[in-house]
């Protein structure tokens, strides 16, 4: 008798299965096993909020697999042990509701667990220590998807038909979408503002550089602009070179720099952003990896806590333990007296579990190196130093300010100094900015020795000019911060958002900075004009507590949902009657300055230059709407037919508004090699489009840019080695095989013999060696195995790994391996005798280039991502009523000639209606 434990992933599954022993079996959901389909109705709220959930081919065969699981095991307990968050909890939530519809769960306990970290002893204390599922955080789940859903499906459709070009619109991506556009908005209306500062060269009467800084001028405390311009700062500068001056006061204190406390989600991809480069998706893939756990030695390990939280605090052993560590490793001076405890300040933290922290503080980043990844062994260094850093002794710092007077005390100037008197935690861990340049100034900052009353040496006085600057674009680092602090989503789902809103194109990254697309600007001018309280600040985070209230029970969902729906229905509502002119007005007023800027000559931003030139009267440029997007057009329309596109990309061959192609120079060949912007995103193109001999059009060689690679940077010579692409990168030691570098659909990747593995966004296409390739392909899982040749035609026979799990394959015919069989111990009679037992032939696909050989091998290109499961659906189903589906030539023929055969065999009611048979639906699905 086995109890059943069910988690999320695959690899959890193994560990888990490890620690727990015999007596459990442990299966993976693979994530949510069903969510809402995506069409209308799916949420109904004239039904108070019913909802419709859906589940695909994947999910129904992993909760197929539990609930047999269930039943052959003689389970007595089912163990729910999804992630510790509100989605972990609807995973759960949804896996139960299926299984009671199967009726696979009488006798069974149901029981809900939960562990932070994968460690033996994290899993037995779960185990022991179960609950029953949450109902106030399911109801939050529902209540989330629900208004995600609800805005989605409403408010897209309206942006199709008032802003053509738009793609949809999300009840958080466009808050945060305005952001970004706002932060745009106030970058192009900054006008830089002149301001000066003064600052003299100073000698102690022992001869000891210093610098400072004039403060004082004419009796008045100076302020950052009391000195505009260049004639203001020479007076002060020549009040300065005329006065002598004494040490007035010298200032002297210490204070305490406290270590920060360890991560929470958004801290850990602010500083992964700031100090290693990755952005939130790929902080937080990482992470999974490491929760999931890494092979030390032979055993699978979970190297770090659970990675979506908003907690700070840290189990009492595991402070402990990190206390100790500091102890032995840097000295009892390092160690406070008492742990430090740390509290959460986000609103209502319903995903406050305990902060990111390793698993085993013993396992430090030198130890485990060997074993992970590069981007793995980056993050865990710095999960690991700032989790034992928050636990040790503050830094104390030395500041010394210094004040000098002249003779009347109308001109001041002020020196300052700051050193480390006890690094503290410093030693392990720089949190910020402040904390880096404390370090690489230290001793720059010090102040020599100093007493009041002394006359230090004037040497050289400078005026500097300086200039306010813009704010920043935001970064993901930035951002995400900014999306903290005022409340707007939830950890877990800060990737998605950035990510959303790059996959739409409303936004792009450039030098790590979000720089909004027209099209994005576009849909926020239009939200804002029209919709402005659901894209408001405010008014998003006011949600955002009150789907914590739910989560906390202090709220009914479906009240909270009646609420929202009544003006959010009514808001749409209002936009029914709006015509096209009135989102066009609205739109060329808000985004009129940043279309039009002023021009340095003071012409109009607005004249048309077509009617300039012809001197036309009343040509003035705004914004048009057509049926494709947005678009600069003149008011003289028909008359004049003056257009200039947007900076959203659109037509083939585009880089941005107003450049078309950029050529970066000729191929060996003579032709133009150019960086181009298409319809999929930037490419490479070699020479033009034309003609053959005889007259039929050709297409010119073309090579997408791989993302992440610059195209304002890109090269003639990169250019090239994309285009003739695939890259040689070297000879595989054990195979003999040829190891190279392409782009395909899904991205760059590596492929040697059977195996292929996709590079990582660290990785360079065009650079990547043999040692980084063979660590990819190390972990690379083979597509195929050819085991021989068939002995009746000495066509080649394969073991192929497809969606469904692993296939034998002969020509056409395919033939599942049996449960829990792997694909590398078939031998080739095996796979011979499974072939004629239970092979099934691949149907010819309509419209995969005609009949027979040709069609057959197209089918049997896209069943290996399918797998032989569907092509049974298609070509082996028996039709209702009859024998001949059945029949080894039924079977073997092509799904239409089974349609053909079904009536045949059938009732005259069956033959009048063939393709209402069994036979028919499969064919159309697979298809």
Same mark, same amino acid.
């Given at each position: 008798?086995?109890?059943?434990?069910?988690?999320?992933?695959?690899?959890?599954?193994?560990?888990?299965?490890?620690?727990?022993?015999?007596?459990?079996?442990?299966?993976?959901?693979?994530?949510?096993?069903? @969510? &809402?389909?995506?069409?209308?109705?799916?949420?109904?709220?004239?039904?108070?909020?019913?909802?419709?959930?859906?589940?695909? @081919?994947?999910?129904?065969?992993?909760?197929?697999?539990?609930?047999?699981?269930?039943?052959?095991?003689?389970?007595?307990?089912?163990?729910?042990?999804?992630?510790?968050?509100?989605?972990?909890?609807?995973?759960?939530?949804?896996?139960?509701?299926?299984?009671?519809?199967?009726?696979?769960?009488?006798?069974?306990?149901?029981?809900?667990?939960?562990?932070?970290?994968?460690?033996?002893?994290?899993?037995?204390?779960?185990?022991?220590?179960?609950?029953?599922?949450?109902?106030?955080?399911? @109801?939050?789940?529902?209540?989330?998807?629900?208004?995600?859903?609800?805005?989605?499906?409403?408010?897209?459709?309206?942006?199709?038909?008032?802003?053509?070009?738009?793609?949809?619109?999300?009840?958080?991506?466009?808050?945060?979408?305005?952001?970004?556009?706002?932060?745009?908005?106030?970058?192009?209306?900054?006008?830089?503002?002149?301001?000066?500062?003064?600052?003299?060269?100073?000698?102690?009467?022992?001869?000891?550089?210093?610098?400072?800084?004039?403060?004082?001028?004419?009796?008045?405390?100076?302020?950052?602009?009391?000195?505009?311009?260049?004639?203001?700062? &020479?007076?002060?500068?020549?009040?300065?070179?005329?006065?002598?001056?004494?040490?007035?006061?010298?200032?002297?204190?210490?204070?305490?720099?406290?270590?920060?406390?360890?991560?929470?989600?958004?801290?850990?991809?602010?500083?992964?952003?700031?100090?290693?480069?990755?952005?939130?998706?790929?902080?937080?893939?990482?992470?999974?990896?490491?929760?999931?756990?890494?092979?030390?030695?032979?055993?699978?390990?979970?190297?770090?806590?659970?990675?979506?939280?908003?907690?700070?605090?840290?189990?009492?052993?595991?402070?402990?333990?990190?206390?100790?560590?500091?102890?032995?490793?840097?000295?009892?001076?390092?160690?406070?007296?008492?742990?430090?405890?740390?509290?959460?300040?986000?609103?209502?933290?319903?995903?406050?579990?305990?902060?990111?922290?390793?698993?085993?503080?013993?396992?430090?980043?030198?130890?485990?190196?060997?074993?992970?990844?590069?981007?793995?062994?980056?993050?865990?260094?710095?999960?690991?130093?700032?989790?034992?850093?928050?636990?040790?002794?503050?830094?104390?710092?030395?500041?010394?300010?210094?004040?000098?007077?002249?003779?009347?005390?109308?001109?001041?100037?002020?020196?300052?100094?700051?050193?480390?008197?006890?690094?503290?935690?410093?030693?392990?861990?720089?949190?910020?900015?402040?904390?880096?340049?404390?370090?690489?100034?230290?001793?720059?900052?010090?102040?020599?020795?100093?007493?009041?009353?002394?006359?230090?040496?004037?040497?050289?006085?400078?005026?500097?000019?300086?200039?306010?600057?813009?704010?920043?674009?935001?970064?993901?680092?930035?951002?995400?911060?900014?999306?903290?602090?005022?409340?707007?989503?939830?950890?877990?789902?800060?990737?998605?958002?950035?990510?959303?809103?790059?996959?739409?194109?409303?936004?792009?990254?450039?030098?790590?900075?979000?720089?909004?697309?027209?099209?994005?600007?576009?849909?926020?001018?239009?939200?804002?004009?029209?919709?402005?309280?659901?894209?408001?600040?405010?008014?998003?985070?006011?949600?955002?507590?009150?789907?914590?209230?739910?989560?906390?029970?202090?709220?009914?969902?479906?009240?909270?949902?009646?609420?929202?729906?009544?003006?959010?229905?009514?808001?749409?509502?209002?936009?029914?009657?709006?015509?096209?002119?009135?989102?066009?007005?609205?739109?060329?007023?808000?985004?009129?300055?940043?279309?039009?800027?002023?021009?340095?000559?003071?012409?109009?931003?607005?004249?048309?230059?077509?009617?300039?030139?012809?001197?036309?009267?009343?040509?003035?440029?705004?914004?048009?709407?057509?049926?494709?997007?947005?678009?600069?057009?003149?008011?003289?329309?028909?008359?004049?037919?003056?257009?200039?596109?947007?900076?959203?990309?659109?037509?083939?061959?585009?880089?941005?508004?107003?450049?078309?192609?950029?050529?970066?120079?000729?191929?060996?060949?003579?032709?133009?090699?150019?960086?181009?912007?298409?319809?999929?995103?930037?490419?490479?193109?070699?020479?033009?489009?034309?003609?053959?001999?005889?007259?039929?059009?050709?297409?010119?060689?073309?090579?997408?840019?791989?993302?992440?690679?610059?195209?304002?940077?890109?090269? &003639?010579?990169?250019?090239?080695?994309?285009?003739?692409?695939?890259?040689?990168?070297?000879?595989?030691?054990?195979?003999?095989?040829?190891?190279?570098?392409?782009?395909?659909?899904?991205?760059?990747?590596?492929?040697?013999?059977?195996?292929?593995?996709?590079?990582?966004?660290?990785?360079?296409? &065009?650079?990547?060696?043999?040692?980084?390739?063979?660590?990819?392909?190390?972990?690379?899982?083979?597509?195929?195995?050819?085991?021989?040749?068939?002995?009746?035609?000495?066509?080649?026979?394969?073991?192929?790994?497809?969606?469904?799990?692993?296939?034998?394959?002969?020509?056409?015919?395919?033939?599942?391996?049996?449960?829990?069989?792997?694909?590398?111990?078939?031998?080739?009679?095996?796979?011979?005798?499974?072939?004629?037992?239970?092979?099934?032939?691949?149907?010819?696909?309509?419209?995969?280039?005609?009949?027979?050989?040709?069609?057959?091998?197209?089918?049997?290109?896209?069943?290996?991502?399918?797998?032989?499961?569907?092509?049974?659906?298609?070509?082996?189903?028996?039709?209702?009523?009859?024998?001949?589906?059945?029949?080894?030539?039924?079977?073997?023929?092509?799904?239409?000639?089974?349609?053909?055969?079904?009536?045949?065999?059938?009732?005259?009611?069956?033959?009048?209606?063939?393709?209402?048979?069994?036979?028919?639906?499969?064919?159309?699905?697979?298809?």
């Amino acid at each position: 008798m086995t109890d059943v434990v069910v988690v999320e992933s695959p690899a959890k599954a193994k560990t888990i299965n490890k620690y727990l022993g015999s007596g459990y079996r442990v299966l993976a959901s693979f994530g949510h096993v069903r @969510d &809402l389909p995506p069409k209308d109705g799916s949420v109904r709220p004239e039904e108070d909020f019913a909802m419709d959930w859906e589940s695909d @081919d994947r999910g129904e065969r992993q909760v197929k697999e539990i609930a047999q699981a269930l039943k052959s095991g003689g389970s007595r307990r089912l163990y729910l042990a999804t992630d510790p968050d509100r989605e972990g909890e609807a995973i759960s939530w949804h896996v139960k509701q299926m299984l009671e519809g199967r009726r696979a769960l009488k006798g069974v306990e149901v029981h809900r667990i939960t562990f932070n970290e994968i460690t033996k002893r994290a899993i037995q204390h779960a185990i022991e220590n179960p609950r029953d599922l949450d109902a106030p955080l399911i @109801d939050a789940y529902m209540a989330r998807r629900a208004l995600d859903y609800l805005v989605g499906f409403t408010l897209s459709p309206v942006l199709w038909r008032k802003l053509p070009g738009s793609r949809s619109a999300g009840r958080v991506q466009s808050v945060a979408l305005r952001l970004i556009c706002e932060r745009e908005a106030e970058i192009e209306a900054f006008r830089p503002r002149e301001y000066w500062t003064i600052e003299a060269n100073f000698r102690t009467p022992a001869g000891a550089p210093f610098l400072a800084r004039l403060t004082h001028h004419e009796g008045k405390k100076l302020d950052q602009f009391d000195l505009p311009d260049e004639a203001s700062a &020479l007076r002060a500068k020549a009040a300065v070179e005329a006065g002598t001056f004494t040490v007035a006061a010298v200032e002297k204190r210490r204070v305490k720099r406290n270590p920060p406390p360890p991560f929470t989600t958004s801290t850990l991809q602010q500083e992964a952003s700031r100090k290693l480069g990755m952005g939130a998706k790929a902080t937080m893939s990482v992470a999974q990896q490491l929760y999931e756990g890494a092979d030390i030695g032979g055993e699978t390990v979970g190297l770090i806590t659970y990675m979506r939280t908003d907690g700070v605090q840290m189990a009492r052993e595991a402070i402990a333990e990190i206390r100790d560590h500091v102890r032995d490793a840097f000295g009892r001076d390092y160690l406070p007296v008492a742990a430090r405890e740390y509290a959460t300040k986000a609103k209502n933290a319903q995903e406050a579990h305990e902060a990111i922290r390793p698993t085993d503080v013993t396992r430090t980043p030198a130890e485990v190196a060997r074993y992970l990844s590069p981007e793995q062994r980056r993050l865990y260094d710095l999960v690991w130093k700032r989790a034992v850093a928050s636990q040790m002794q503050s830094a104390e710092l030395d500041q010394t300010a210094v004040d000098l007077a002249d003779e009347t005390g109308r001109t001041r100037l002020r020196a300052t100094g700051q050193v480390i008197a006890f690094d503290g935690y410093l030693k392990l861990y720089r949190e910020d900015i402040d904390d880096a340049r404390l370090a690489a100034d230290d001793e720059n900052k010090t102040l020599p020795p100093m007493r009041e009353g002394e006359r230090p040496k004037r040497d050289a006085v400078a005026a500097n000019q300086h200039f306010t600057q813009p704010p920043p674009r935001y970064s993901e680092a930035s951002l995400v911060k900014k999306m903290e602090e005022l409340g707007i989503g939830r950890p877990s789902t800060y990737a998605s958002i950035l990510q959303t809103l790059q996959d739409r194109e409303y936004v792009r990254l450039e030098q790590r900075r979000f720089v909004p697309e027209d099209r994005g600007r576009l849909v926020t001018a239009f939200l804002t004009s029209f919709f402005e309280r659901y894209v408001d600040t405010g008014f998003t985070a006011a949600l955002e507590e009150q789907l914590d209230d739910i989560s906390g029970g202090r709220a009914d969902w479906r009240e909270v949902m009646r609420l929202f729906w009544a003006d959010f229905r009514a808001a749409v509502d209002q936009t029914k009657d709006l015509k096209i002119s009135d989102v066009i007005d609205a739109l060329d007023e808000d985004l009129g300055p940043h279309f039009f800027p002023e021009r340095g000559d003071g012409a109009n931003p607005r004249g048309c230059p077509v009617c300039i030139a012809e001197k036309r009267e009343g040509g003035r440029l705004g914004l048009r709407l057509g049926r494709t997007g947005a678009f600069i057009g003149c008011s003289n329309y028909p008359e004049c037919r003056y257009t200039r596109p947007l900076v959203v990309p659109g037509a083939d061959g585009e880089t941005d508004a107003n450049e078309g192609p950029r050529d970066l120079g000729r191929a060996p060949s003579g032709e133009v090699v150019s960086v181009r912007r298409g319809p999929y995103g930037l490419y490479a193109q070699l020479g033009e489009a034309g003609t053959d001999e005889k007259g039929k059009p050709t297409k010119p060689r073309r090579a997408s840019l791989p993302r992440g690679m610059d195209a304002d940077t890109l090269t &003639l010579e990169r250019a090239l080695a994309l285009l003739s692409m695939p890259r040689v990168v070297g000879m595989h030691p054990d195979s003999g095989e040829e190891i190279t570098a392409n782009l395909g659909r899904f991205g760059p990747y590596l492929k040697s013999g059977a195996l292929s593995v996709s590079l990582t966004p660290g990785d360079d296409i &065009l650079a990547i060696g043999m040692n980084r390739a063979m660590e990819l392909l190390a972990n690379a899982k083979p597509r195929g195995v050819v085991l021989g040749n068939h002995p009746k035609d000495g066509a080649p026979v394969e073991i192929k790994r497809g969606r469904f799990g692993p296939y034998a394959q002969h020509g056409s015919t395919v033939a599942s391996l049996p449960r829990g069989t792997e694909m590398e111990a078939v031998t080739l009679d095996q796979a011979v005798a499974l072939l004629t037992e239970k092979g099934k032939v691949l149907p010819a696909r309509k419209g995969a280039g005609g009949r027979g050989a040709r069609g057959r091998t197209k089918a049997g290109a896209g069943s290996a991502e399918a797998g032989p499961k569907a092509t049974r659906k298609a070509a082996g189903m028996k039709a209702a009523g009859t024998k001949a589906a059945g029949t080894k030539s039924a079977a073997r023929a092509p799904a239409k000639a089974a349609v053909k055969a079904a009536p045949k065999a059938g009732s005259a009611k069956s033959a009048a209606k063939p393709r209402r048979t069994a036979a028919a639906k499969p064919r159309t699905k697979a298809r």
